[in-house]
């Protein structure tokens, strides 16, 4: 039954997550945090910043760690199914259709009216992983390392996984 739930879960995540892994993520949130219970929102926050130090699509990332931490390998294979199965069946299905309608003004503006909605959910999520981090952290961890990370990406240009990471080492040696 375990299975039934993960693929469920995943597969509606990214089958609205349109736009890809930015806009997917509160998504699976939702279904793993809010609605199933599976993680914490301070381990689902942990999960997230490994994914996005890691090269590739983050929301394979994430659904092969949580499905392998809810149901072992397979539990890993049937969340990066059902990951993957809504953009496949996406492409396949709607592939011809995609040269009617590539110039189409009203498709744009869709498309367009879309993006504050993702900005709203990305928005809540960072405000739900800022109340978390105060809670774990306190305010001096974090206003240091919401600075350092400004300075480091916006001033030094460093890649953001390396900013991940050092903030991972910073936590496992001051925060643990």
């Known amino acids: 039954m375990i299975y039934w739930e993960i693929f469920w879960a995943f597969f509606v995540a990214n089958l609205l997550g349109y736009g890809g892994g930015p806009a997917t993520i509160p998504l699976i949130q939702i279904e793993v945090v809010n609605n ?3 993680m ?3 381990e689902f926050g942990d999960v997230l910043a ?3 130090a890691l090269p590739g699509p983050i929301a394979t990332k994430m659904a092969g760690f949580i ?5 072992g390998v397979l539990g890993a294979a049937v969340a990066l199914a059902a990951t993957i199965l809504p953009s496949a ?6 592939f011809k259709f995609v040269n009617l309608f590539k110039d ?7 498309t367009k009216s879309v993006q504050p909605i993702i900005a709203v959910l990305l928005a809540v999520m960072a405000y739900q992983f800022f109340l978390t981090a105060f809670e774990n952290s306190g305010m001096l961890h974090l206003v240091l390392l919401a600075a350092v990370s ?3 990406l ?3 240009k460093v890649h953001p996984s390396l900013v991940i990471f050092g903030a991972l080492f910073y936590g496992g040696i001051f925060l643990s």
């Open 36 to 38: 199933n219970g599976w």
């Open 150 to 152: 400004y300075l480091t």
């Open 67 to 71: 499905g392998y931490e809810l149901g």
């Open 154 to 156: 916006i001033k030094f």
């Open 104 to 110: 189409s003004t009203k498709v744009k503006l869709m």
């Open 50 to 52: 490994i994914a996005n």
């Open 89 to 94: 069946l996406a492409v396949i299905v709607l």
């Open 40 to 42: 914490t929102l301070t």
